[in-house]
């Protein structure tokens, strides 16, 4: 272990810590006491290596939930480790404007008071939401502060702040200097309700009830038959399309057929798109309302005729105009069924349908004149930033998806029809002019010229953010010390959308710099079945309800246990409860070692001063140390946290701790040694447990060892100390006890019953050890009345126990002997295996050494059993 000032805790101290552990007395108080010191602070002036982690910014209309708290936690513990570990360390916190969420919470507070946004005027508008912002947004912060987020406050940045804004600006001018933006009429994501285009990720696919049609276009031998879910876009459609293979059509192609109830003559056009397996192999071709059919009328040349509204309302001339688009699909079916035009009908047909997921309003693909990001160069610097290693994807079987996604990225869409964002940087002057007002650029004025009145896309400012936050386009002494930063730690669900946008932009604005060099993917947050969270299904969880029940050390605990790399996490309140009752044993056992004196002071003693459980429980120790950091080194949380509670709860509380009671009771050099290698072991497991549980290790670190804070305490370090002997030793020991205790349970004996018991332990290591082991086990020496009614052969030594009028002779006997016909039955199973040559010639290696295994168990078994049988009572 590393040296450090010796420093102990008194008895004054030991009182100040209560004897239950109570968290909501303990967590506030000690995170103020953090921040007040400015252990969180970053200082870019500071000579240690830089650690960086950038907040995914939490939306500022947004408050606390499990998915926030599990990735939260990741990066406080890793943060938190690295700070112990000699770092600069900056977790770098800051909320996003949320431009469509947080609109809407303003328009339905205007709603309320019987006004629109409308009424107020873009720029009252926009007042009203700085208030609210000011007044009731950003409430996730304080719960950070409950979760324990070691996160800088003093660097605490907002998407719409003028620093970030200018940053937006600047980045805008570059790439449509760049001609890497442009505007243009295409197909995009359209929310009826929000009357805004939205991205990709904002689109929420759902099974919905719908119809399929089937509807004759033409008559006669030139009639063609298509089928349709959205009948009301056919007002629309320019074209019917074929495979230029499909023998069925051939004679088609090239001529025109009428479009039923318009009068309008449409051309038969052969593209390869179409499926001629599929349908009838025919398909209505509607350019401006489907993104396909938009591509197939580019490819021939098609015109787009729009037919609905930014409302969803038909806007096609004709006993239609003005129908909402669902009331307008029943009443052009009812119109074709009467022409009769409907060959076939299937409701319900089941489909998936996308959905904005603000307002869950069916979306409309619309033709709009929206700006756009030309993505092919930036998208391949993002792919080969990953395919030469500057970048590193865990866990690596997610860099598969992650390329499909950036060799195939189409043009982003970053326009959006709000208010409340940051607003596209373009004025059109009166005579067609269109000028890109970078941040130190006058804007033109004068008569007609007048700003475009959209908004960027939420997902352009935030794909800044790993540079914005820190001072660009300006070159601070900030930007210089912590970027790149150091690892992105966010959901597998937002690979596409958010990390690709920040590896383009970073690539892009500093000078082919990647902005981290790890991307570390967690899964999402489920319940203990495995099941979405939601609050439809009835199992959303409050995680500010946890902690106030349990602790947010439990609640941490809970979720970095179950945080394996790219997977989903289970979570149910039971297993909040089961870290709960480890954050008591933790505490408890600390107190009990306090009380008899461990600490810290002074170097360890020598080896051949420690005793056998001593040298085995450094040995562990040391161990446990290396094996936590190269699970860190992996992002292996739920690795490294299930190895801390074994550790902890099984090596240290349960088996290291009994042991030392017998010897810190007896007092003298002996219990000396004991005490300070207690303190020791506390202290390096207290520390290492700290990154995930804070506030307990804390308190109890403090009080053990006097020190400052565990927050700036040093990270444990393995000193190489290993004694395969002396664990070899102590598991022998505990594999006799856990034997007997065991066949105590199977008896129905009390934990705290003693039974007389001979030890047959010469020859065996054990020889030294048999006070613990007769105390661990409840067992006394045997007087002259001795009778042994049982005998337990254990790894070479012999257990005989007294248990006259203690148990039930043949109830045990028949359970042995229903446990010696398994084994046997095993035994012949694995050795009919193995005596299979056509099974061990073709089988994998690794799977006839299973089976070998099995029949050395099986062997072993049956020779403990039988001794055992043997060894019961007569008659």
């Not at 937006?168 to 200097?177: A, E, G, N, P, S």
């Not at 690892?487 to 690709?500: E, N, P, R, S």
């Amino acid at each position: 272990m590393n040296q450090r000032p010796a420093q102990t805790g008194d008895e004054s101290a030991l009182e100040t810590l209560p004897t239950q552990y109570t968290p909501a007395e303990v967590e506030g108080p000690l995170y103020e006491r953090w921040v007040e010191r400015g252990y969180f602070a970053a200082d870019e002036k500071s000579e240690k290596p830089p650690y960086t982690i950038v907040i995914p910014p939490p939306n500022v209309t947004g408050s606390l939930h499990l998915g926030h708290a599990f990735e939260h936690t990741i990066i406080d513990s890793l943060t938190r480790r690295k700070r112990m570990q000699g770092y600069e360390v900056l977790w770098q916190p800051g909320m996003d404007h949320a431009g469509i969420a947080t609109q809407n919470v303003v328009e339905r507070e205007l709603a309320k008071e019987g006004k629109s946004r409308h009424d107020l005027g873009r720029e009252a508008f926009v007042d009203r939401v700085w208030q609210w912002k000011a007044e009731s947004g950003g409430q996730i912060s304080g719960q950070m502060r409950r979760l324990g987020d070691g996160v800088d406050w003093s660097r605490e940045r907002f998407t719409m702040d003028e620093g970030l804004s200018q940053a937006v600006q600047t980045i805008f001018k570059r790439l449509y200097d760049d001609e890497l933006i442009y505007r243009a009429e295409r197909i995009i994501n359209w929310c009826p309700r929000c009357l805004t285009a939205i991205s990709d990720i904002e689109v929420e696919y759902q099974e919905d009830d719908g119809e399929l049609v089937s509807i004759r276009y033409g008559e006669g031998d030139n009639a063609i038959v298509v089928a349709t879910t959205r009948a009301e876009t056919m007002l629309g459609d320019t074209a019917v399309a074929v495979h230029p293979d499909d023998e069925r059509y051939k004679h088609l192609v090239g001529t025109e057929i009428e479009l039923p109830l318009t009068g309008r003559r449409i051309p038969i056009v052969a593209d390869a798109h179409v499926d001629p397996e599929f349908g009838t192999g025919a398909v209505k071709v509607t350019p401006a309302h489907d993104p396909n059919d938009f591509e197939i009328g580019q490819r021939h040349g098609l015109p787009s005729i729009a037919v609905l509204d930014e409302h969803g309302v038909i806007t096609a001339h004709g006993p239609f105009l003005g129908l909402d688009r669902f009331e307008a699909r029943s009443a052009i079916v009812g119109a074709l069924r009467a022409d009769g035009r409907i060959v076939a009908e299937k409701r319900p047909y089941t489909h998936s349908v996308g959905h904005c997921s603000r307002c869950k309003t069916t979306i409309e693909p619309r033709l709009s004149m929206q700006w756009w990001v030309k993505v092919a160069p930036l998208a391949k610097a993002a792919g080969d930033a990953v395919r030469d290693g500057s970048v590193q994807i865990h866990p690596k079987e997610m860099e598969s998806r992650y390329f499909a996604w950036v060799d195939n990225l189409h043009d982003w869409c970053i326009s959006r029809q709000l208010w409340w964002g940051h607003r596209i940087p373009v004025w059109y002057g009166p005579n067609g002019e269109v000028v890109c007002v970078g941040p130190n650029d006058e804007a033109p004025t004068g008569e007609g010229w007048h700003q475009d009145t959209d908004v960027l896309d939420t997902w352009f400012s935030s794909g800044l953010w790993p540079f914005s936050t820190l001072g660009w386009p300006e070159q601070t002494p900030s930007l210089e010390k912590f970027f790149p930063t150091s690892v992105l730690v966010t959901g597998y669900d937002i690979l596409f959308f958010w990390v690709a946008r920040m590896m383009m932009f970073g690539l892009y604005a500093m000078d082919g710099t990647p902005p981290f060099h790890t991307i570390a993917l967690h899964g999402m947050v489920r319940d203990q079945f495995g099941k979405k969270m939601s609050k439809s299904f009835g199992n959303a969880v409050n995680p500010l309800d946890w902690m106030d029940a349990y602790g947010a050390d439990a609640l941490r605990f809970t979720l970095a246990r179950g945080a394996n790399p790219g997977t989903d996490v289970p979570i149910g309140e039971d297993w909040v409860q089961g870290s709960r009752n480890f954050c008591n044993k933790v505490w408890n056992a600390t107190r009990f070692a306090l009380m008899n004196g461990a600490t810290v002071e002074g170097p360890l003693p020598a080896a051949e001063q420690l005793s056998a459980a001593d040298r085995w429980i450094l040995s562990r120790l040391n161990s446990t140390v290396a094996e936590v950091d190269a699970l860190y080194d992996d992002y292996q949380f739920a690795k490294l946290t299930d190895a801390l509670f074994h550790f902890a709860w099984d090596e240290v509380f349960d088996w290291y701790v009994e042991l030392t009671k017998s010897t810190l009771a007896e007092g003298g050099p002996a219990a000396e040694v004991t005490r300070r290698v207690l303190g020791e072991v506390l202290d390096v497991t207290l520390r290492l447990l700290h990154p995930i549980t804070p506030f307990v290790t804390e308190a109890l670190w403090t009080t053990l060892t006097g020190g400052e804070s565990v927050v700036v305490a040093e990270w444990p370090s393995d000193s190489g100390f290993r004694d395969t002997e002396a664990e070899k030793e102590i598991e022998l020991l505990q594999q006799v006890i856990t034997e007997v205790r065991r066949f105590r349970a199977d008896q129905g004996l009390k934990p705290g019953q003693k039974v007389a018991a001979q030890l047959e332990l010469a020859g065996t290591p054990l020889v030294a050890h048999e006070g613990a082991l007769r105390s661990l086990a409840r067992l006394t020496p045997a007087d002259e009345g001795f009778h042994a009614t049982a005998t337990l052969p254990i790894a070479g030594a012999t257990v005989a126990l007294d248990l006259s009028g203690a148990i039930d002779v043949e109830a045990e006997r028949k359970r042995l002997g229903k446990d010696l016909a398994a084994a046997e039955k095993e035994l012949a199973q694995a050795t009919a295996k193995l005596s299979n040559e056509a099974f061990v010639a073709k089988a994998a290696p690794a799977a006839v050494d299973k089976i070998r295994g099995r029949l050395t168990k099986a062997g072993e078994d049956i020779e403990r059993l039988t001794a055992q049988i043997a060894a019961l009572p007569k008659g």
